[in-house]
């Protein structure tokens, strides 16, 4: 990009940045965080590609005065965990919809693989899910418990067993995206055809209904796993995409926000763990109101999170009309 239209293209943010910390204006100590970051990140672009420029004189003056009034101004909220929750996240995530559905096609399409490959082949199921796995649950079958091994070993240790387990998988998702974002897309695919070859092994039995039992805690793991894959698909992207940015740099950013995508479903990963250690080996117990009411209840928790509040609350955050940029020069830059 030519520094004219790099300048053009950020030109309007540096002067109401500018301007507001030359005014001492009152700036959210987590905005002035926001803005000095993507002031670094425009900094270190104008580093790579214009050097000895004005711009980059001019975007040095400019963070180092960003610097001093961060470290200066800037206090840990009390209710810091409670507003990256709450606002923090919702308003981030929201950048990366698009990133999810895609993420989220991904992993429909492995399911359906999964299920016709297993409809027309019967050795499929084996191949995916392991002879031993298939042999249990075929006994389970006739003994008239087929979810039986949700119901095996101690409920606090199939609560730590499976949350760990859960939150390894999704890491895993996350890093592999650092391989162009072919590993993530390998581990949906993976879980996906997973899902798809067991939720048919049970059509084949005439038996679907009981995997009701699995949707128990299914619903979330299952869920907060593509999330997890978008996290991945978002740190990989950026190295693929960087758009204005240097690879470097962009990557780093990718890297960041995923990050904080991962560490977005770690609760949710416990509460699936807890349902699956507490809940789950009574689910064939379980009226199906109950069953079906947990269901649909953690299904609708994960889409209003992260689908629904952070939509609502974008539009409740929308950014009021900027000062004319003609009413505004900076001091130093030429554009």
Known sequence: MREASFVKQNKEKWIE?????????????????????????????????????????????????????IYITKKESKNKIVSFWRDEFPLFFYQYHKTLLYTFLIFMAAVTIGAVSTLNDDSFI????????????????????????????????????????????AIIAFACGAIFSVGTIYVLFSNGIMLGAFITFFYNHGILDKTSTVWLHGTIEISVIVIAGCAGLVMGNSFLFPKTYSRRVAFMKGAKDGLKIVVSTIPFFVIAGFIEGF?????????????????????????????????????????????????????????
């Open 17 to 69: 940045f500018e301007n507001a910390l030359e005014n001492n204006a009152k700036i959210n100590p987590d905005d002035l965080a926001s803005y000095y970051i993507q002031l670094t990140n425009d900094l270190s672009y104008a580093q790579t590609y214009y050097p000895e420029s004005k711009t980059l004189l001019y975007l040095n003056s400019l963070a180092s005065q960003a610097h001093q009034k």
């Open 126 to 169: 084996r191949l995916i899910l392991g002879d031993g796995y298939v042999n249990m649950t075929l006994e389970n079958i006739e003994k008239g418990e087929p979810m039986a091994v949700y119901k095996s070993g101690s409920e606090i240790g199939t609560f730590l067993g499976i949350t760990i387990n859960n939150i390894r998988v």
């Open 279 to 335: 809940i789950t080996r009574y689910g064939e117990q379980m009226p199906w109101f109950l069953a079906y009411g947990i269901i649909f209840l953690s299904l609708f928790i994960i889409v209003f999170y992260y689908i629904v509040y952070p939509i609502a609350l974008n539009k409740a955050h929308k950014i009021k009309p900027q000062v004319a940029t003609s009413q505004l020069q900076p001091k130093s830059l030429i554009a």
